[in-house]
């Protein structure tokens, strides 16, 4: 029996995407937009976060490639046989199967998508993602093609939101503060960590499925964090369980359709010692400014350094552990990262509207000293026209915030 290198499978009927029809083409515009710039024939999109902004499908690599390939009249995704048909429905676009049977089957359904007569003079690929051995063949199969990096153009459109693309950002940090009461109801003593981030997470995937009943559910998560856990701000939740007087730090993670938002919040159980309180109460009074220095025309160095100046007066700028936000969108603990948009004193990028950034600066105090702990706040602002609008309206602050369940 011959099986095939390649083929198309349209199983079922095309779902209901995130986005409308003249979302997706609107975004293909910009980016052969990008193309007729740079004189590019061709651009192969290998990343999770770029598959998904221009089709709507989100793939499950497990150790295979995926693409879209873009070209001025044609756009197709690329996914493994082991997703069947799932590719199709969920994209706003063709898609080409390719099989396992073979090496390197993968390189020939993009031959079958562009054909061999007229081979691309210039293409674009992801620097920031392509692996070496993959750039490589890519380079064996267009040897007289010309490779460029887009990445960072592509970055660039991403950072500035749509309409429908706000929408769904504001539902996100709805369904975060969501989670961060759920998680509240929970805290008690002795309960662990994982129990309490469990209540969050169901309770946000629950949110999501009425809010979105069309859609794909996955990788929404909490990090609940107590104690010596705190001093990571991505540290994984473990079975530790909770005594009164400790620092806890919230963190809630809804994802919907691949945008990610987030609610982060410093909380003590029960009580809390007049060294965490000082300390405490100095991250919020930066967050809060931090909330006043977001708004159009500013650039991000410049909300840096005037933190970094109140964090030195209040006497913690050495305990100040990262940058104090980022962008948000098609973006995930394990991919997106729109590094062009983040609050750190070597990104000079001003802000614009309809870009989306959080505010959170963080503090970690070691073990052994007055206050140990981390410290971490986090709110998401909307950039508008003449200011900017906080999406997140959980409490916070020692007012708020010291649990006595």
Not at 3 to 16: A, E, I, Q, T, Y
């Amino acid at each position: 029996m011959e099986r095939p290198d390649f083929f198309s499978l349209k199983n079922g009927k095309k779902m209901k995407l995130p986005f409308s029809k003249k979302e997706y083409e609107q975004r293909l515009s910009k980016l052969r937009s990008i193309m007729d710039k740079n004189n590019l024939d061709m651009v192969i999109l290998t990343s999770m976060h770029n598959v998904a902004y221009y089709t709507g499908f989100i793939y499950c690599s497990f150790g295979r490639p995926y693409a879209c390939v873009v070209t001025q009249n044609k756009i197709f995704t690329i996914s493994a046989n082991i997703d069947s048909s799932q590719p199709w429905r969920r994209s706003h676009c063709d898609n080409v199967i390719y099989t396992d049977w073979k090496r390197d089957n993968f390189l020939k359904a993009i031959v079958s998508i562009i054909g061999r007569e007229e081979p691309p003079k210039n293409i674009g690929i992801e620097n920031d993602h392509v692996t070496l051995e993959m750039r490589e063949k890519i380079g064996t199969l267009f040897t007289f093609s010309i490779f460029n990096d887009i990445s960072k153009d592509l970055m660039k459109l991403r950072m500035i939101k749509s309409n429908e693309e706000i929408e769904i950002i504001k539902n996100g940090a709805r369904i975060a503060d969501i989670g961060g009461e759920e998680i509240v109801k929970n805290i008690c003593e002795n309960t662990t960590e994982i129990e309490v981030a469990i209540a969050g997470r169901d309770r946000m995937e629950r949110e999501i499925a009425k809010t979105y009943p069309g859609a794909e559910y996955m990788d929404t998560w909490v990090w609940f964090q107590s104690g010596i856990n705190t001093d990571g701000a991505h540290n994984p939740k473990t079975n530790r369980k909770l005594i009164k007087g400790d620092i806890l730090s919230l963190n809630t993670f809804p994802m919907i359709s691949g945008y990610y938002t987030a609610l982060e919040r410093t909380l003590f159980l029960n009580h809390v010692d007049d060294a965490s309180l000082k300390a405490w109460e100095a991250n919020v009074k930066v967050h809060k400014k931090g909330l006043e220095l977001i708004k159009p025309g500013v650039k991000c160095s410049d909300i840096c350094h005037e933190l970094n100046e109140l964090f030195g007066e209040l006497g913690y700028l050495q305990y100040r552990t990262f940058g104090y936000g980022h962008s948000f969108g098609m973006l995930s603990h394990f991919y997106g990262r729109e590094a062009g948009l983040e609050l750190r004193e070597d990104i000079d990028t001003v802000l614009e509207e309809n870009m989306v950034v959080s505010m959170e600066p963080m503090i970690m105090i070691p073990e052994g000293k007055p206050g140990a702990g981390g410290y971490r706040e986090h709110d998401i602002l909307i950039i508008g026209k003449n200011g900017a609008e906080n999406i997140t309206k959980f409490p916070l602050g020692p007012e708020n915030n010291i649990i006595k369940n």
